[in-house]
């Protein structure tokens, strides 16, 4: 099949790749000219395990394409994917769909004969309805159909969810289009992923509401860690014991730092914006959107029980400021919170990421990047692993740090407490 995707950032790119690899022609389009000028040249933008490689692939054999001619992109395929951003609202906190809409004023002087479009960013219910609204200004309805298609990949895990999805979900009562999108999507299928086919507003919400279960779970384990601490049991056993319980499960059940990224904070709040514009208060998010971000400020304050109270001229290392490991993208990470406040009270930063030196921390003083893991946590008095990066997980402290007296904070759990107790290193944990 002909396909081509709008907006070529981690959706767009890894879906692109992904399709072009399972057999389509797929053109990659981007109105950023720099990011298409790279990936032309081989180079890839963000940082994803095992992309590059099959980017390369399937560039060379010719099936995947890069561009920034929309009009030529969308004329030469039959299935246009939109997956540009949709990031929160400055003065409230709805999405802000203004790249969608663009798109679609954009597409519609282009579409002359029919074209299925499809929207995999993740948008408020009914938003497929407005960019039908949109193009029939120009399009008879005959020659094009709007499907809602969300997708679920993680960071970090991109190409291996994307390949092996648990679902795939197809909102569309359009019988040719939903033929056509199960053909498209037989391969996953063939290897295990559920196809879901249900009406296109359904099929938005089935995003949002995944998306804000996942970050009550998450904000659930990590108010219940809280709860451990005070009475000396044990979160990784709490969760263990839930997880067992298949009604349950246990993954998005570890006690860590405030949940962060590109889309848990940013959908949580979508979702409870368009609620409230239907008079529902949907109260359960609302209190995880308020937990999540109380916890920042609660973990600095741990740290600065860790250092007695005593942060001026400390020396605080962070190991990874990502969001979570195995990904570059800073958008919405916790350390974007404790960084700044720790600086304010005194503290000199260091930090060490497997992807590189940050441009939103460059900015801010006494915050300083080290190119490997022993130069940073070398004279460190504190150091808090972020992220749970394989790098991370079997690093000599004692050996490797040069000053007597320091403390880890492990916020991801990473390490045994009795080998810490045994080696005598000032450990604390979360929620344990
Ligand atoms: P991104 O910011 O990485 O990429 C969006 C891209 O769209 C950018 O490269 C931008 O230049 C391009 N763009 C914007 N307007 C354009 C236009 N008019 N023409 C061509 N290109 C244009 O965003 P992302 O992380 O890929 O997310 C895209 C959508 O997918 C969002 O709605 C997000 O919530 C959703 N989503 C993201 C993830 C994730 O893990 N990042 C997972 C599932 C769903």
């Not at 929309?70 to 246009?80: A, F, G, N």
């Not at 709860?227 to 263990?240: G, L, R, T």
């Amino acid at each position: 099949m002909k396909l081509c995707m709008i907006g070529t950032g981690y959706v767009g790119l890894v879906s692109g790749v992904c399709f072009s690899d399972i057999g389509n022609d797929v053109i990659c389009v981007d109105n950023d000219i720099k990011k298409i000028e790279k990936l032309k040249k081989g180079s890839i933008p963000i940082y994803e395990p095992g992309l590059q490689e099959l980017v390369l692939k399937n560039y060379r054999n010719k099936r995947l394409k890069f561009s920034t001619d929309l009009k030529d992109s969308v004329s030469k395929s039959d299935i246009i994917f939109i997956c540009v951003g949709t990031p929160t609202k400055k003065k409230d906190n709805g999405a802000d769909l203004s790249q969608i809409y663009n798109v679609a004023n954009e597409i519609k002087n282009y579409i002359k004969k029919f074209k299925i479009i499809i929207n995999k960013s993740t948008v408020p219910v009914m938003t497929g309805d407005e960019i039908e609204k949109i193009i029939s200004q120009k399009v008879s309805k005959k020659k094009f159909s709007i499907v809602s298609n969300p997708e679920f990949l993680r960071e970090g895990d991109a190409i291996r969810d994307f390949i092996y999805p648990d679902r795939v979900v197809v909102g569309t009562n359009h019988k040719k289009s939903n033929k056509i999108l199960k053909n498209l999507y037989s391969p996953l299928i063939s290897k295990g992923a559920k196809y879901v086919n249900t009406s296109r507003r359904a099929a938005e919400l089935i995003k949002y509401s995944s998306n804000a279960f996942l970050a009550t779970k998450i904000t659930f384990i990590n108010e219940l860690a809280n709860f451990c601490e005070k009475i000396e049991v044990n979160i990784e056993d709490i969760s263990i014991g839930m997880g067992l319980d298949k009604r349950i499960g246990g993954r998005f059940l570890r006690a860590g730092p405030a949940y962060g990224g590109s889309c848990f904070p940013k959908d949580t709040k979508a979702i409870v914006n368009t609620a409230d514009k239907f008079n529902t208060n949907l109260s359960i998010i609302k209190s995880v959107i308020k937990s999540n971000e109380k916890r920042s400020s609660l973990l600095i304050k741990r740290v600065f029980d860790i250092l007695n109270n005593q942060v001026k001229n400390k020396k605080i290392c962070f190991l990874g400021v990502t969001f979570k490991a195995n990904t570059d993208d800073m958008r919405d990470s916790s350390c974007l919170t404790m960084i700044p406040s720790l600086v304010k009270k005194g503290a000199l930063i260091n930090y060490y990421d497997p992807t590189g030196e940050k441009n939103e921390l460059k900015k801010i003083k006494n915050v300083n990047f080290s190119h490997d893991i022993n130069s940073a946590i070398k004279y460190s008095d504190l150091i808090i692993i972020h992220t749970e990066w394989n790098d991370f997980k079997s690093i000599n402290f004692k050996k490797k740090v040069l000053n007597k007296n320091f403390r880890i904070f492990d916020m991801r759990n990473i390490y045994s407490l009795t080998k810490m107790r045994d080696q005598k290193i000032k450990y604390f944990a979360i929620g344990r």
